[in-house]
């Protein structure tokens, strides 16, 4: 391992714990420097946003530049992460022209799994994941992250339904309909919008979450937000407001079956102590 890789382990386990007690309440969003044997510094990163890409060579510049505008505003240090889910397009070279941290999966898994990746090689002392369209603005980061200051663990997007039924069409509104009833009835209810695709973690919750994770299907959300509650995780949702992207890679007829039988798998996988729930 070079000086390099020393100092990117080193920080990839730096955790909400080893911050003082005052710091573990709050994230402190401040400039911090960490030092190798070598003498190399570097700055620790606070705020990690990962994005999932499958095939988003068209979408991704536009999006990549919207984070990268926002985050150059702020004060504390970031990092995007994008994952690429096997593209066959150039979504990686696209992704690595914007100067961007790039993972790349070797074949397409799936959105839970191009997500866990990111999450788990995230920096960041908080840690977000937003879709690769920019549906959500990125300046709604912002009172998410005052959120997390104040002690919630986990922030969520809730979009409200007028805002995009309209765009999204009877078809998938009734398919989003019967996920919801689903899984409120299975495994998770008390939470509105459990598909926005803005999500905010304290850094501690995000490894302990994706840690556990197994679903690869769109219901990932969803699996994501029953463990989180089960490790006892203070949960907030706030509004945001949404913009239509057309070229959803969600179909309804080739994903739907999957999304539901994936919400009983949670089920399952609970009754067969697949996951350590003792936060």
């Known amino acids: 391992m070079d000086a390099s890789e020393a100092v990117t382990e080193r920080l990839s386990t730096v955790t909400l714990g080893d911050l003082s007690p005052t710091d573990s309440r709050g994230v402190m969003l401040r400039r911090l420097s960490l030092s190798d044997s070598q003498g190399i510094t570097v700055t620790r990163i606070d705020v990690s946003i990962v994005i999932p890409a499958y095939n988003e060579a068209r979408r991704l510049p536009m999006t990549l530049d919207g984070w990268r505008s926002f ?51 995230a920096q960041g002392q908080v840690i977000a994941y937003a879709d690769a369209d920019m549906n959500v603005a990125p300046a709604h980061l912002a009172d998410a992250l005052g959120l ?111 999304f539901l039988r994936d919400i009983v798998q949670i089920r399952l996988n609970e009754l067969a102590g697949r996951y350590d729930l003792h936060g």
Do not use: W
Not at 98 to 106: G, I, K, N, T
């Open 148 to 258: 997390i200051e104040s002690g919630a663990d986990l922030v969520i997007g809730r979009r409200k339904l007028a805002e995009y039924a309209s765009a999204e069409g009877p078809v998938r509104l009734l398919a989003g309909g019967l996920v919801q009833v689903t899984r409120r009835a299975l495994v998770l209810r008390g939470i509105q919008d459990t598909q926005c695709g803005f999500k905010v973690f304290r850094r501690d919750l995000a490894r302990a979450v994706f840690a556990q994770t197994r679903l690869r299907s769109f219901a990932f959300d969803i699996e994501v937000l029953f463990v989180a509650r089960k490790l006892g995780a203070r949960i907030v949702e706030i509004p945001v407001t949404t913009t239509f992207r057309p070229e959803s890679t969600f179909n309804v007829r080739k994903h739907l079956p999957r």
């Open 71 to 121: 985050l150059a505003e702020q004060a504390y240090p970031s990092e995007v992460v994008v994952v690429d889910d096997g593209s066959t397009d150039a979504s990686s070279a696209v992704a690595a022209d914007a100067s961007v941290r790039v993972l790349r999966l070797e074949r397409n898994q799936g959105k839970g799994a191009a997500v866990r990746a990111g999450m788990l090689a």
